[in-house]
């Protein structure tokens, strides 16, 4: 038997959650091998059905964007974690360490507090701004402001 601490899988996720689980393809892993972080591609009946999904240790977040997008954006962020969630139905969470009700697989689990998310994102998007002054960087700009602005963060 499992230890008691493990919840059942069906306990953690919905039934749509379940399906995507057991039919994505792994596209992309954070490079901190093993921790988690995952962009899953997810194979619709039609190139329009495609989904993408960021996974943070259990928490799955559908992205926003078609694949050719993602691709773009991926360009972008120059291989960087964590622009995806700017693309995604997702709220910072307050500035606090995260209790045991984090392991229902719905709150971000990387960082001790993603209320800090905008500003870190904001610090690699100068960064990369200054190192590729071609690249147009004032959309990401736009989303960080909005996620920073709005605690309930924006729908897609």
């Known amino acids: 038997n499992p230890p008691e601490f493990w919840e059942p899988i069906e306990e953690l996720y919905t039934t749509e959650e379940l399906d995507v689980l057991q ?3 792994i596209l992309e892993e954070h490079p901190a091998y093993g921790d988690s972080v995952l962009v899953l591609f997810y194979p619709g009946e039609t190139a329009a059905d ?3 999904y960021f996974q943070d240790r259990g928490a799955l977040h559908r992205l926003h964007l078609d694949l050719y997008e993602y691709t773009r ?3 972008d962020w120059k291989g960087l974690f964590y622009w995806q969630l700017l693309f995604a139905d997702f709220r910072p969470a307050a500035d606090h360490e995260f209790g045991p009700e984090s392991l229902s697989g719905r709150a971000l689990l990387n960082c001790s507090s993603t209320s800090r998310l905008p500003d870190q994102l904001q610090r690699c998007l100068k960064i990369l701004s200054d190192l590729f002054p071609d690249t147009d960087y004032a ?3 736009e989303r960080i402001a ?3 602005g709005n605690p ?3 729908r897609v």
């Open 23 to 25: 039919s994505v393809r």
């Open 50 to 52: 495609d989904r993408l």
């Open 73 to 75: 954006a991926l360009c």
């Open 139 to 141: 959309p990401y700009a």
């Open 146 to 148: 909005a996620l920073r």
């Open 152 to 154: 309930d963060f924006l």
